[in-house]
T-cell receptor, first 113, second 111 residues
Framework: KAGVTQTPRYLIKTRGQQVTLSCSPI?????VSWYQQTPGQGLQFLFE???????NKGNFPGRFSGRQFSNSRSEMNVSTLELGDSALYLC????????????FGAGTRLSVL | GENVEQHPSTLSVQEGDSAVIKCTYS??????FPWYKQELGKRPQLIID?????GEKKDQRIAVTLNKTAKHFSLHITETQPEDSAVYFC??????????FGTGTSLTVIP
């Protein structure tokens, strides 16, 4: 069974631009969560999607948004990029919402110049 | 929201010794506590988890204990090996798949 797939693996953007990251969950998994990982703040929860609906949201500004498609694939968008948005963005998939084991993807490394 | 603290931030042990990493959480409603191992440049991988209705869980050389009264949980690795060297993260969940992570412990096992 294929694992969680994130694309692209690396991105370089400049301040003010926007970016879209993609996450394909494990086959059969319907919940996708997104996390931001930085050396200073560690792993911080962004949001969770299940059945195309946002179920939980972390403490991030509205520039961070996401969506989920009917095939459970999810995208995350960051608008008006700031230098501080440079991070590893990880998505994790679970069978369903509720408290479940999460399996992480390899992440997308975003650098904002 | 939930706050998870993790100690120590770095830990060095001799091969064959035991390693213990401790985490505390603030919200008594937290009910699921996973531990992840992240090797350099790799994705976090679940190594063990425990739910709030269980006090201890063991899987070969790895064990986790949970003290709900004190709101802390610990990871125990026995007979450490060089391949155990990695960053370990604890996490707590109150609801859904919203995990609150500790800041990580960098474990080095010295051969």
């Amino acid at each position: 069974k294929a694992g969680v797939t994130q694309t692209p693996r690396y991105l370089i953007k400049t301040r003010g631009q926007q970016v879209t990251l993609s996450c394909s969950p494990i086959s059969g998994h319907r919940s996708v969560s997104w996390y931001q990982q930085t050396p200073g703040q560690g792993l911080q929860f962004l949001f969770e999607y299940f059945s195309e609906t946002q179920r939980n949201k972390g403490n991030f500004p509205g520039r961070f948004s996401g969506r989920q498609f009917s095939n459970s694939r999810s995208e995350m968008n960051v608008s008006t990029l700031e230098l501080g948005d440079s991070a590893l963005y990880l998505c994790a998939s679970s069978l369903r919402t509720g408290v479940n084991i999460q399996y992480f993807g390899a992440g997308t490394r975003l650098s904002v110049l | 929201g939930e706050n998870v603290e993790q100690h120590p931030s770095t830990l060095s042990v001799q091969e064959g010794d035991s390693a213990v990493i401790k985490c505390t959480y603030s919200d008594s409603a937290s009910n699921y506590f996973p531990w992840y191992k992240q090797e350099l440049g790799k994705r976090p991988q679940l190594i063990i988890d425990i739910r709030s209705n269980v006090g201890e869980k063991k899987d070969q050389r790895i064990a986790v204990t949970l003290n709900k009264t004190a709101k802390h949980f610990s990871l125990h690795i026995t007979e450490t090996q060089p391949e155990d060297s990695a960053v370990y993260f604890c996490a707590a969940s109150i609801r859904g798949n919203q995990f609150y992570f500790g800041t990580g412990t960098s474990l080095t096992v010295i051969p």
